[in-house]
């Protein structure tokens, strides 16, 4: 029983790996802030589960939940991370608005807020 546990949880670290390996390329290939977000925040993001989850399966007692904790952390936070960013890069005119298909932030940002009061 434990030589498949261990298969497994080399399979998984190692997919981990790769996964990984491929969003560090994408934010070295991609060309602009959006894209790179998206290896960012997706790719890294399964690649990181994936090591724990393997390391999880791999390691017998007490090390297993804070594993699986760390990758609820990570799954809470990396969408934020990438939203945030988004946003500032979009603010800021590091996005090519012109590669946009759909551009709610920009709809959203020439509409008034609820703060603010509608023009005359």
């Known amino acids: 029983m434990s030589g498949v546990r261990e298969v497994v949880g080399v399979v998984l670290m190692l997919g981990g790996a790769l996964f990984s390996l491929l969003a560090g390329v994408g934010m070295l290939r991609f060309a602009d802030t959006v894209s790179r977000l998206h290896a ?3 790719a890294q993001t399964l690649g990181l589960l994936l090591v724990l989850m393997g390391a999880a399966v791999h390691e ?3 090390s297993a939940p804070p ?3 760390i990758g609820v952390f990570m799954l809470v936070t990396a969408p934020v991370m990438g939203h945030v960013v988004a946003r500032i890069a979009y603010r ?3 996005v090519a608005r012109e590669r946009l298909t759909v551009d709610q932030l920009g709809d959203r940002l020439r509409r008034p807020g609820p703060a603010e ?3 005359r």
């Open 92 to 94: 800021t005119d590091a």
């Open 60 to 62: 017998d007692g007490p």
């Open 117 to 119: 009061p509608p023009p």
């Open 40 to 42: 960012a925040s997706k």
């Open 67 to 69: 594993l699986l904790l």
